[in-house]
């Protein structure tokens, strides 16, 4: 348990989600994410230990939707990780903030590759599955109440497993990642926005005690937490 953060603080506010916020500094903060998630999200781990693993036939096609995109760079790294490994995998990503929408429209998508301003739930009523749901650093943004919801919708919307990973709050996280960040992302939200993250993110305890009984949390490198449901057929032994 940290001791410098022992409490969680859901009430800060990521300067980011503010309707008002910079646009420049905006555009900055979502060009930057790729060299930040490379570094720390642990999509990759992600891909290799779940994913990949899951995919056990090369002449078929998968589908894995990604909710909350952010800048798009999980998502089509998910779809070039699959080609490089000779599997056909379409990825979905969807993001009910317009400005990312308006951010990820400017990139070159890989043709496996489609983003939507959208909500999960909209996909549910629609009838739509996925075989994998992935999220990155959406827990720690939702109240209680929003993160079962959210469990809710990747639950229906997966047929084999969803996976969220998301910050597992720490003293040793929060002064790495002040340090690391202090030079390298200026003119951007990564900074004051990452350090509020931490501060407003889970323990292990506290995610197991507020997810749903048939999630599971795990541990991920560095300081991710990993909430899991398989009910289907990629359940992991």
Partial sequence: MPLFLSRRNPDLSETMDSPICDPARLRNTYRQFPRVNALISGSESVYKLWIRPAMVDRNMGYSLLDIG???????????????????????TGIEIDQ????????????????????????????????????????L??????????????????????????????????????????????????????????????????????VAPPDWKVESLFPFRLLLVYCGGEGAKP
């Fill in 69 to 91: 995109f952010g800048g798009g760079d999980i998502a089509m790294n998910m779809a070039r990780w699959a080609q490089r490994d000779g599997y056909r995998l379409e990825v």
């Fill in 99 to 138: 400005r990312a929408y308006d951010y990820v429209k400017t990139l070159d998508w890989p043709d496996n590759v489609s983003f939507h301003h959208l909500d999960a739930a909209e996909l549910v009523a629609a009838g739509r599955t996925f075989d994998f749901v992935v999220s990155n650093h959406l």
């Fill in 140 to 209: 720690h943004h939702l109240d209680e109440t929003s993160l079962c919801t959210a469990l809710a919708y990747a639950r229906r919307l997966a047929n084999r497993c969803a996976l969220f990973v998301d910050i597992r709050r720490s003293d040793i996280a929060y002064a790495l990642f002040s340090a690391m960040t202090l030079a390298g992302f200026r003119n951007s939200y990564i900074r004051c926005d990452g350090l509020v993250s931490i501060r407003r993110s889970y323990t292990r305890r506290e995610l197991a005690e």
